[in-house]
């Protein structure tokens, strides 16, 4: 996959990409749930005392109440053959446990811990590991979270706890979906599929098989075009898929 990444110039040549990422996991996560054990984890000497820490608690019991209404494990979070497809459900899990995470912290804010919250909380926060990742990666962590939120946010405001309810029933299938709720609400064309035959060619062995969807083609147009004509360009999206394959063992 990290050379997959390589070969559409989405990542640098050479990047260790397990690495990497288990880096920015490793920075930026307080706790995590585990839909396939039902089980939220955190750090044992976690006191969850400070506001922070109680919002970052209500995110993850967020999907675990997912979890317990609409099956987490049965929403493709995990497939190997469409990251565009996991994206966009990853934005929707996210963005959704986001949204109330942040309207938790202005219902129950403790005013005699917000100084702390931002010392040690927004301002302490870890990044060194963040800035020195690939900016695709960087974009690829955020993207659940920023524009998650603000399409369960659209979401919301077109038809409250039933139009969420309604998001998870009939989930979003692409990250131009996402990224453009008006057309998920109102307008929903869901993309194209493609299908691409293995091509036999001899010592060539395929190694990537994918979609790289709006988000992915903003990104791969971004490196040459610039992040608002990409923008621009990638809006036209309505599918894809795309091979990538090498000679012999870790070759071109």
């Given at each position: 996959?990290?050379?997959?990444?390589?070969?559409?110039g989405?990542i640098?040549?050479?990047?260790?990409?397990?690495?990497a990422?288990?880096?920015?996991?490793?920075?930026?996560?307080?706790?995590?749930?585990?839909?396939?054990?039902r089980?939220l984890?955190?750090f044992?000497?976690?006191s969850?005392s400070r506001?922070?820490?109680?919002v970052t608690?209500?995110h993850?019991?967020?999907?675990?109440?997912?979890d317990q209404?609409?099956d987490?494990?049965?929403f493709?979070?995990?497939?190997?053959d469409?990251?565009?497809?996991?994206?966009a459900?990853?934005?929707l899990?996210e963005?959704?446990a986001?949204?109330l995470?942040a309207?938790y912290?202005?219902?129950?804010l403790?005013?005699r811990n917000?100084l702390?919250d931002?010392?040690?909380?927004?301002l302490g926060?870890?990044?060194?590991?963040?800035?020195?990742a690939p900016?695709?990666?960087?974009?690829?962590l955020?993207?659940?979270?920023?524009?998650?939120?603000e399409?369960?946010m659209?979401?919301f405001?077109a038809?409250g706890?039933?139009a969420?309810?309604?998001?998870?029933?009939?989930?979003p299938?692409?990250s131009?979906?996402i990224l453009h709720?008006?057309?998920?609400l109102?307008?929903?064309h869901?993309?194209e599929k493609?299908?691409?035959k293995?091509?036999d060619a001899?010592q060539?062995?395929?190694i990537?098989d994918?979609?790289l969807?709006e988000?992915?083609?903003?990104?791969?147009?971004?490196q040459n075009l610039?992040?608002l004509?990409?923008?621009?360009v990638?809006?036209g999206?309505s599918g894809?898929?795309?091979q990538?394959?090498?000679?012999?063992?870790?070759g071109?």
């Amino acid at each position: 996959y990290g050379r997959t990444l390589e070969t559409l110039g989405l990542i640098p040549a050479g990047t260790d990409l397990r690495e990497a990422i288990l880096g920015l996991y490793d920075e930026q996560v307080a706790a995590f749930y585990v839909p396939e054990e039902r089980a939220l984890y955190t750090f044992k000497d976690e006191s969850f005392s400070r506001n922070l820490d109680k919002v970052t608690l209500a995110h993850e019991l967020t999907h675990a109440l997912q979890d317990q209404n609409f099956d987490l494990t049965t929403f493709p979070l995990k497939i190997k053959d469409n990251d565009d497809l996991a994206l966009a459900t990853s934005a929707l899990v996210e963005g959704d446990a986001t949204l109330l995470m942040a309207q938790y912290y202005g219902e129950h804010l403790d005013v005699r811990n917000m100084l702390s919250d931002v010392m040690g909380g927004m301002l302490g926060q870890k990044t060194a590991k963040f800035q020195a990742a690939p900016p695709f990666l960087q974009q690829l962590l955020l993207f659940p979270y920023q524009e998650g939120t603000e399409f369960m946010m659209g979401v919301f405001a077109a038809g409250g706890m039933d139009a969420l309810n309604d998001a998870f029933r009939h989930p979003p299938v692409s990250s131009q979906q996402i990224l453009h709720p008006e057309q998920f609400l109102r307008d929903r064309h869901d993309p194209e599929k493609i299908a691409l035959k293995k091509l036999d060619a001899g010592q060539w062995r395929l190694i990537g098989d994918n979609v790289l969807g709006e988000f992915g083609l903003r990104s791969l147009l971004a490196q040459n075009l610039g992040l608002l004509e990409a923008q621009r360009v990638a809006a036209g999206w309505s599918g894809d898929r795309y091979q990538a394959y090498e000679h012999g063992t870790n070759g071109p």
